[in-house]
């Protein structure tokens, strides 16, 4: 993920010139912050929003506490990370879903990615035990009922749709069908404009009046900096939104609208799209941000991703191999499902603290993976399970059979003996084993 990616660097780099001093004086404190005002600037957040956190920083880096501490560096950072925490947090950053049924009604501008984030949003849902009615209530953009109902199957959820009449009398016909079919969430779709105009805003007044919302998600794309942010004031304006939904925030290296819109509208960011997949689709969890623009990790998060992609059984038989050094090329096929599932392999290492800065213009060929795969995937299943049966004969077939070379074959197995060699390690090491499948 490119997620804060260039302010992230910005921001490391002036933080590493202070905990390399020892005391700080007054002066260098002054020129720190003035380098990280620049920073957020060049990140596209908004003036005032990034002269107030300045301000606020300030006020408290320069205290006596930090002025006189043994690590005054470490202590700016923590107060820059509680006051990014804090710039965008609300007491109802969660869904409001105490009604039965919940109605959320998605808006937006077209192209923002409303459509496709009420699957998401569905698919989300699902997982978590409710049941979702998708209601396409956009009748002008050509395919955009088709559309809710592709990413509707891609979610596994129902779609309600009655073609181009009002869409007004279609939200209320959905609402009424989801009462009688046993729906707990009901999506609401609703049309976009390419820009904003008074027609737009009347027919979302309109059906906000009559389904009486419990939320109104405003769907902006990430990508358009300062743009989100005035975006979100407009419709916050007009229909009082519960809360910003923000897209492309993978594709976003600036981060301007995140650490903005919160502060400007005073609303929260409930969820941001990580991807083009169904399931990329997070909660917004400003204090996980804060860690992630700030180089510390992820660790939560990374926790919760392993959690989905592998069972508590498959994570003890993982172990289990390791313990007995039995680990082969199927399990290898297996882990490599996993990381899939996880995201990409760089946007793992990303959540693990340090690794940012210890990985600093380090790019893993994710195309080196699907090489492995291929290669794994021309053995035989014998050869999978033993792998030291591959001699050169062997290593030819599969090097042919995979469109790759006999050096690449050698290489894998190679790093397969390195790992395993690592793994005889741990298991003679108490506190190493403990450390990878421990709590």
Known sequence: MALFSNLSERLNHI???????????????????REVRIALLEADVNYMVAKNFINNVSAKALGEDVMKSLT???????????????LMSSTDQKLQLSHNPSILMMCGLQGAGKTTMCGKLGAYLKKSGKKPLLVACDIYRPAAINQ???????????????GTQNPVKTAKQAIDHAKKQGFDVVIIDTAGRLHINEELMNELKEIKKEVKPQEILLVVDAMT???????????????????????????????????????????PIKFSG?????????????????SRILGMGDVLSLIEKAQEAVTEEEAKKLEEKFRENSFTFEDYLVQMENLKKMGGINDILKM???????????????????????IIQSMTKEERLNPEIIKASRRKRIADGSGTSIQQVNQLLKQFEQSKEMMKQLKNNKHGMRGMFGR
């Open 225 to 267: 900096g300062q743009d989100a942010v005035t975006i979100s004031e407009s419709f916050n304006k007009d229909l009082d939104i519960s809360g910003v939904i923000l897209t492309k925030l993978d594709g976003d290296t600036r981060g301007g609208a995140a650490l903005s819109i919160k502060a400007i509208t005073g609303k």
């Open 15 to 33: 933080f590493s010139k202070l905990t390399k001093r020892g005391k700080l004086t007054e002066l260098e404190i002054k020129e720190a912050m």
């Open 148 to 162: 809710l109902q592709v990413v509707g199957k891609q979610a596994n959820c129902e779609v309600f749709e009655r």
């Open 352 to 374: 693990i603290p340090g690794a940012a800065s210890k990985l600093k213009g380090v790019a893993i060929d994710e195309k080196q993976l699907a090489v492995n795969k291929a």
């Open 274 to 290: 990580v991807g083009e997949k169904i399931g990329d689709i997070e909660p917004f969890y400003p204090d996980r941000i804060a």
């Open 72 to 86: 005054p560096g470490q202590m700016v950072i923590k107060i820059v990370k509680d006051e990014l925490t804090a």
